[in-house]
């Protein structure tokens, strides 16, 4: 596969594959756990495809998805890059609410260390910004984790711009990761703008709309425990249904293209900026490999033009988070 620089560090470019994986979905958020050994074997099955840009957290389980990244990786000989998160007061007495004081980030470097197996954090992410810790104080911790050698890079998950700036001045910001596909681009406004001033690379996650730009799910798509789809307001039967034409249009350019509409989803992803490296997530072998072969499509100056006015005449129904929820994730 393909690399692609999220940054320029000063000892050198930091250099991932085109496409990494986001691991989630392995064992949290997206209904009943798979089979763990399976998970393993689909990680180690992506490095030998040439995906070396892993996506995990604490969060995630709590901790099992960072264990589960880690063994699979633990024999692994080809460089791998791997990107975790601090950002909640988790484990025992914690409240899982947001937690971004400089003891707590120390805290998780060392926990996540252990659990992923490794000697450094290859890209350490404020999960999400915490209003009651400046930033600067956030990237202080990881400047100080960083010339201790417990980490490489430092990045941020749903900030503004306001901030991302506030942060790069105190520590150079590797990557900063948000939403970002056909059906969510927010961060075109700012963030991306100024990641491109700043030459930080960007990592949309949920490219493909957590699964609805696949074209696998309708209206008729149930989504069981532990699946969080199941609460967001995109995933009703009515969102699905009127969000349709976004999913058609991605299959009328991937007609021309032998492509899927997960394929041309990704594609454009990737065309949107040669610092963009979408992390898409699964659980199958097969749809790995669609995901990875996106790598290789093409498309044109007229794709782009073409695909971006049709979209724009799509209206998109349904935030993409519960009204509850939104204040405690969105971007500031």
């Not at 025992?92 to 609410?97: I, K, L």
């Not at 890209?123 to 417990?150: C, M, S, T």
């Not at 960007?202 to 699946?227: C, E, H, K, Y």
């Amino acid at each position: 596969m393909q690399t692609r620089t999220l940054t320029v560090a000063a000892h050198g470019p930091f250099e991932v594959s085109a496409l990494g994986l986001g691991c989630m979905g392995m064992n949290y958020h997206r209904g009943p756990a798979p089979d763990r050994n399976a998970m393993i074997a689909l990680i180690r099955a992506a490095v030998e495809r040439g995906v070396s840009f892993f996506d995990t957290a604490e969060v995630y389980g709590p901790f099992t998805n960072e264990q589960l990244v880690g063994e699979a990786l633990a024999p692994v000989r080809e460089p791998v890059v791997v990107a975790t998160k601090f950002g909640f007061d988790l484990g025992p007495g914690g409240s899982g609410n947001l937690n971004s004081r400089p003891a707590r980030i120390r805290q998780v470097a060392e926990e996540s260390l252990r659990r992923l197996r490794r000697d450094a954090i290859d890209l350490f992410y404020q999960h999400r910004v915490d209003p009651a810790v400046p930033i600067e104080d956030v990237a202080g911790a990881v400047r100080d984790l960083i010339a201790a050698g417990k980490a490489h890079h430092f990045g941020l998950s749903e900030a503004n711009a306001a901030t991302i700036r506030r942060a790069h001045a105190v520590q150079p910001v590797a990557a900063v990761q948000s939403e970002y596909s056909l059906w969510w681009r927010e961060p075109e406004a700012e963030v991306l703008p100024t990641c491109t001033e700043l030459g930080i690379g960007f990592v949309p996650f949920s490219p493909l709309g957590r699964g609805f730009l696949s074209g696998q799910i309708d209206a008729s798509t149930t989504f069981g425990g532990n699946d969080n789809r199941s609460s967001l307001p995109r995933f009703t039967p009515e969102a699905i249904r009127a969000n349709r034409p976004i999913v058609e249009l991605l299959s009328e350019i991937g007609v021309h293209k032998h492509a899927t509409p997960a394929q041309i989803a990704l594609a454009w992803l990737l065309a949107q900026g040669p610092h963009i490296v979408p992390i898409p997530g699964t659980t199958k072998l097969a749809r790995l490999e669609e995901n990875i072969a996106a790598a290789s499509i093409e498309l044109t100056p007229e794709d782009l033009r073409y695909i971006d006015a049709a979209a724009a005449r799509i209206p998109i129904q349904g935030d993409r988070y519960p009204e509850a929820e939104r204040a405690r994730v969105e971007m500031r």
